[in-house]
């Protein structure tokens, strides 16, 4: 596999993940449930918390698989902004 091929699925899968967090976050906010006119009792939690968590827990692998793979290009990018 090359690199752009890998740098595709990490960021797919980033994308993916970050939606689930998000939407599943969304539907945790009380406030905001009652102003779409839900009801707690019509959002199965069973499935919405443990899918957040698990969502959760993958985005911060891949972003540190992310992290891991850029960065050489991080520290360059960082050091040619202090030359300046």
């Known amino acids: ?23 599943t976050g969304i539907l945790k906010m009380p406030r905001l449930v ?18 957040h968590d698990i969502s959760g827990v993958v985005m911060t692998l891949l972003v540190l698989v992310h992290l891991v793979l850029h960065w050489h290009w991080i520290l360059h990018t960082t050091k040619s902004f202090f030359k300046k």
């Open 1 to 23: 596999m090359n690199r752009a091929t890998l740098n595709y699925i990490i960021d797919l899968g980033l994308f993916i993940s970050f939606l689930c967090v998000a939407i």
């Open 34 to 51: 009652q102003n779409l006119g839900l009801s707690y009792k019509s959002i199965p939690f069973n499935v919405v918390t443990p899918l």
